[in-house]
């Protein structure tokens, strides 16, 4: 599975930007797409995922009420939509990808086995 990332940018605080994942390649082994997100000297952080058949979505805490991930299936894609952004998401975002399934239709946080390139998300105060 191949992931291209794109959508980052630079915005005002407040602001939205809509980050996109689409997947190539075996794709029908996939069972969730995620993001990601890792600022320099800390470690990588789970931002949110969802599930392909089911449409399940988990976010990080801080992401919620702010942050909605969306999937395209006849495309192939997973949306990262991002409102009220803050300065303090700034940072490199990066799309994964999970073929390894859970249970009653559970979204992971980790056991990503595929990743994309990392897209700079700015948000300027």
């Known amino acids: 599975v191949q992931l291209q990332a794109s959508g980052g940018g630079l915005v005002q605080a407040g602001g939205s930007l809509r980050l996109s994942c689409a997947a190539s390649?075996?794709?029908?082994?996939?069972?969730?797409m995620g993001w990601f997100r890792r600022a320099p000297g800390m470690e990588r952080e789970f931002v949110g995922a969802v599930t392909w058949s089911s449409g399940n979505a988990d976010y990080v805490d801080s992401a919620k009420g702010r942050f909605t991930i969306s999937r395209d299936n006849a495309k192939k894609t997973v949306y990262l939509q991002m409102n009220s952004l803050k300065p303090e998401d700034t940072t490199d975002y990066y799309c994964a990808a999970r073929s390894t399934r859970k249970l009653y239709g559970a979204v992971p946080r980790t056991g990503y086995d595929f990743w994309g390139q990392g897209t700079q998300v700015t948000v300027s105060s």
């Open positions: 390649g075996r794709t029908s082994s996939m069972y969730a």
